[in-house]
């Protein structure tokens, strides 16, 4: 019973091997000539001055996270606008359903104030 998970194991290993190999290699050949200049952190090419830590409103957050949870369902509708000709009744109502959680959660938004950009 065990050796036939001797394949998997041995999958394993390799796959590991190769996730360790990659940046064990790329340490070892990189080149190691660090200064204050390289070390220095990075702002565009000017030092910041003043106070950096610049606090923003949760609501744009808010507002990406919408954008890119609907721009995903979006890609969900694709494959089947896709296949609608060879798909039957079952698709076409189980897609109205996709589609009418999506509108509840537009919804539900908009109520809350979420898409309301200030």
Avoid at 85 to 106: D, K, P, S, T, W
């Amino acid at each position: 019973m065990l050796h036939s998970y001797a394949f998997i194991a041995i999958f394993a290993i390799i796959a590991f091997g190769f996730a360790v190999a990659g940046p064990a290699f790329a340490w070892l050949v990189r080149p190691k000539k660090p200064n204050a200049i390289k070390n220095d952190t990075y702002e565009c090419g000017i030092k910041t001055f003043g106070e950096t830590w610049v606090q923003f409103k949760a609501q744009y957050y808010l507002f990406a996270l919408i954008f890119v949870v609907f721009d995903v369902e979006a890609a969900f509708l694709f494959p089947w606008a896709v296949a609608y000709g060879q798909l039957g009744l079952y698709a076409l109502i189980e897609a109205a359903l996709f589609i009418l959680i999506l509108v509840g959660g537009l919804l539900y938004a908009w109520l809350k104030g979420a898409l309301e950009w200030q």
